[in-house]
């Protein structure tokens, strides 16, 4: 089994036990963070009257508010999709909330047809995600809209 299967029958199993989103972020960050090699941040972004605000997370403390269009994050929300980043330095706008980032994926989460959260990973490595990081992440986002009581 590669890592994304291992992490994505473990976020499974989880979001069967618990599928209440709050609970099923704070689980699956900790998991991202033990499955996956050379991050430094896991975690996700709820939206909040407009705007992302910072949720369950592994990690260093987190920017608390992000505006939409705003670095990664708030791209990735307001253009509702998937932004892979080699180079947090060269990305227009970035928010260094933890200065040792180098590289980021940033993927929105939909409930009823609105962007809801999006996960958020960095790691101190430039170049650390590639498109099969992209690949997996995003179905283990799926797992979680499809599972997961965001209400």
């Keep these: 089994m590669t890592s994304y299967e291992i992490l994505l029958k473990q976020a499974s199993e989880l979001l069967e036990s618990e599928p209440w989103a709050i609970s099923a972020m704070s689980n699956i960050s900790s998991l991202i963070m033990q499955s996956l090699a050379d991050l ?21 403390p987190a920017c608390i ?11 990735a ?7 892979l980043v080699p180079d947090v330095h060269a990305f227009p706008g970035h928010i260094a909330c933890d200065s040792a980032s180098n590289s980021e994926i940033v993927i929105p989460i939909h409930s009823n047809g609105r ?7 960095d790691s101190p ?5 590639s498109e099969a990081d992209k690949a997996g992440l995003e179905q283990l986002v799926k797992l979680l ?6 209400s």
């Design 40 to 60: 430094n941040w896991a975690g996700f972004y709820l939206v909040k009257n407009g705007i992302l605000t910072v949720g369950p997370f592994q990690g260093k």
């Design 77 to 83: 929300l307001q253009k509702d999709e998937t932004i």
């Design 65 to 75: 508010h992000i505006q939409p269009g705003k670095g990664v994050c708030g791209t």
């Design 125 to 129: 490595l430039k170049n650390r995600f």
């Design 145 to 150: 809209e499809e599972k997961g009581e965001w």
């Design 115 to 121: 962007v809801v959260a999006v996960l958020d990973i």
